[in-house]
């Protein structure tokens, strides 16, 4: 089983649909939440981080965790064309040995359509 | 614009073959990290130095190698190339060895055709 999952997708939208995007989870020992968007053949960009359980907003994007049930979301709401892109969520944290721990899933393809 | 910087852009080299990339940490950033990404695959962590010493390993391959500089740029050295290592390659800083905010921040990658 992976630390992490994510759905490939891809998910197709109409314009101005609400998305929800999620990963899940294994290790609690997870801190740190993450959304990235990768446009095609490009880096990925920072989106959303949070530390917490709850919610976090920015503009239209809110992002959620629920570390109780090992599960985060990231809901983009009004969506637009320019939302079309891959989608990773990402997770952290500093082992014993102040070693550091980043896994990425394997990204949610997007298509927000016209 | 992250602020991490790559170079080349794009790369097409022949099986056999040994290339450079070359990558620039965000300003004031110590730890630069490595990510291979082929079609249809996840990010794959390849290696992390932190202020010039190697601080994590992933799945680096031996024909692979890297090294961070003193002024904090960093090389990833791929040799006797395969058809396989066709990929992008992402460099990411951040400030501390774990992470700027637990984060890190992604280059726009380098192209690698082998043909």
């Known amino acids: 089983q992976k630390e992490v999952e994510q759905d490939p997708g891809p998910l197709s939208v109409p314009e101005g649909a609400i998305v929800s995007l999620n990963c899940t989870y294994s290790n609690s020992a997870f801190q740190y939440f993450m959304w990235y968007r990768q446009y095609s053949r490009k880096g990925p960009e920072l989106l959303m981080y949070?530390?917490?359980?709850g919610n976090k907003e920015d503009g239209r994007f809110t992002a959620q965790v629920d570390k109780s049930s090992k599960y985060i979301s990231l809901f983009i709401r009004d969506s637009q064309p320019s939302d079309s892109a891959t989608y990773l969520c990402?997770?952290?944290?500093?082992?014993?040995?102040?070693?550091?721990?980043?896994?990425f899933g394997s990204g949610t393809r997007l298509l927000v359509r016209p | 614009d992250s602020g991490v910087t790559q170079t080349p852009k794009h790369l097409i080299t022949a099986t056999g073959q040994r290339v450079t990339l070359r990558c620039s940490p965000r300003?004031?950033?110590?730890?630069v990290y490595w990510y291979q990404q082929s079609l249809d695959q996840g990010l794959q962590f390849l290696i992390q130095y932190y202020n010039g010493e190697e601080r994590a390993k992933g799945n680096i391959l031996e024909r692979f190698s890297a090294q961070q500089f003193p002024d904090l740029h960093s090389e990833l050295n791929l040799s006797s190339l395969e058809l396989g290592d066709s990929a992008l390659y992402f460099c990411?800083?951040?400030?501390?060895?774990?992470?700027?905010?637990?984060?890190?921040?992604f280059g726009e990658g380098s192209w690698l055709t082998v043909v």
């Open positions: 990402a997770m952290s944290f500093v082992e014993m040995d102040s070693s550091y721990k980043l896994i």
């Open positions: 300003s004031g950033d110590l730890s």
């Open positions: 990411a800083s951040s400030r501390t060895a774990t992470g700027s905010g637990n984060t890190i921040y």
């Open positions: 949070t530390y917490s359980s």
